[in-house]
């Protein structure tokens, strides 16, 4: 079993920071992949970012230059600080990790999700 705890969202006003951090704990042999999706009302979960165990990262295109993703291996933690937020930012947060376990069986984890909302 693998569990992936976020934090740090909250209320920003439009040109704030926000740092969210995702740490995964469990039957963790080794992590594949960790990334950052986000849900709006009405609209589909999105990726925002994603790095790999080697770390490649990627990013959606609305994020580019505003957001960056890292991690910290010892810890099995993810982080996204996020920069000249928009209201557009506005969503549930979830931290998702493609995970090797100790049943050696790659599966991936979702968090339950932290709000990040961006308003005046």
């Known amino acids: 079993q693998v569990q992936l705890v976020e934090s740090g969202g909250g209320l920003v006003q439009p040109g704030g920071s926000l740092r969210l951090s995702c740490a995964a704990s469990?039957?963790?042999?080794?992590?594949?992949?960790m990334g950052w999706y986000r849900q709006a009302p009405g609209k589909q979960r999105e990726l925002v970012a994603a790095?790999?165990?080697?770390?490649?990262?990627n990013y959606a295109d609305s994020v580019k230059g505003r957001f960056t993703i890292s991690k910290d291996n010892a810890k099995n933690t993810v982080y996204m600080q996020m920069n000249s937020l928009k209201p557009e930012d506005t969503a549930v947060y979830y931290c998702?990790?493609?995970?090797?376990?100790?049943?050696?069986?790659?599966?991936?984890?979702w968090g339950r999700g932290t709000q990040v909302t961006v308003s005046s």
């Open positions: 998702n990790g493609v995970v090797l376990t100790t049943l050696r069986s790659v599966d991936s984890y």
């Open positions: 469990g039957s963790i042999l080794s992590i594949n992949r």
């Open positions: 790095i790999t165990s080697g770390g490649s990262t």
